[in-house]
């Protein structure tokens, strides 16, 4: 039998072939990952989106701030945040409160709900207070601030909604203890 100086072209061709299958897979791939990057790290680590508004100036040491939450379709009416008692005093029991509007939009409705203090000049560490949903509607939960060593302190207050599709998370900063209003003599 003689043997062909020439190797069989149909497997110089499949040579020829498997890098150009995997350097397509590879593009593919790549391609894919950045379409379905959210979808896929959602499903990975099992975390939902997170949707940050950013509510109106206000107070929390004075009243109790609006939180509007809006969907892509339509807006309901506020909700409302608040720390009890005003204005807020350091090593005391709080009461943080999240008031839903009377008619909440299909999706609105919470599934957990729950706020991070954590100091803004200092590092305070992190006090999670998780809010429960009770009888009136309404989420509270209780904690408490610590006395700082420099005094007054500003503080952020992030609320944290766990929705159907998406958390969302607002924030607020207040002074505690606020600065006693000087006295005047007569």
């Given amino acids: 039998m003689l043997h062909s100086p020439h190797p069989d072209r149909s497997s110089c061709t499949r040579r020829r072939l498997w890098p150009f299958i995997g350097l397509t897979l590879l593009l593919l791939s790549i391609v894919l990952a950045q379409t379905f990057k959210q979808p896929l790290l959602v499903l990975i680590s099992g975390q939902t989106e997170t949707t940050r508004i950013t509510p109106p100036p206000c107070d929390l040491n004075r009243q109790a701030c609006l939180l509007p939450l ?84 500003r503080w952020r207050a992030r609320l944290y909604l766990q929705l159907e599709q998406t958390v969302v998370e607002a924030d607020w900063v207040f002074t505690a203890p606020l600065a006693a209003a000087p006295h005047t003599v007569n």
């Avoid at 005093?89 to 609105?108: E, F, K």
């Fill in 70 to 153: 809006i969907t892509p379709v339509a807006s309901e009416a506020p909700w409302f945040f608040s720390i009890s008692p005003q204005p807020i005093p350091v090593s005391a029991p709080l009461t943080l409160t999240l008031t839903p509007p009377a008619r909440v939009l299909q999706g609105n409705h919470p599934d957990n709900v729950w706020v991070d203090l954590t100091g803004e000049n200092m590092d305070m560490g992190l006090i999670r207070i998780p809010l429960t949903h009770n009888a009136n509607g309404r989420w509270e939960g209780t904690g408490s601030i610590p006395i700082c060593v420099t005094g007054q302190m």
